[in-house]
């Protein structure tokens, strides 16, 4: 199974895969109805994919979904506060270390 992530932009996507431990860059897909077709052909069934909310994403997601094992559609926010370490906030200061 692989995961893959799409950076939606106006007229294209960046696409990201990771697979067996690995991350790649896999280029850009344009996002008109063709390409995305011909892209979503080259997926497999037990893929799964993650787009960024944006406004043609509804689209997007439509062409891919019967292709691939799931789609996810995610605000890009949602999808740093799963990568990113948590920072400090006034209700959870910084520890320093050794605390």
């Known amino acids: 199974m692989r995961f893959i992530g799409l950076d939606v932009h106006r007229d294209f996507c960046e696409v990201a895969i990771a697979e067996d431990g690995e991350l790649r860059s896999a280029g850009r897909v344009e996002t008109s109805p063709q390409a995305l ?46 990568t990113e370490k948590p920072r400090p906030t006034a209700s959870t200061p910084a520890r320093s270390p050794g605390c």
Do not use: N, Y
Not at 47 to 60: C, K, N, Q, R
């Open 37 to 82: 077709e011909l892209f979503a052909a080259s997926l497999g069934s037990e893929d799964e994919v993650a787009l960024e909310a944006t406004g043609v994403a509804a689209s997007i997601a439509r062409i891919i979904g019967p292709h691939v094992a799931r789609v996810l559609v995610a605000k890009g926010q949602d999808c740093r506060v799963a």
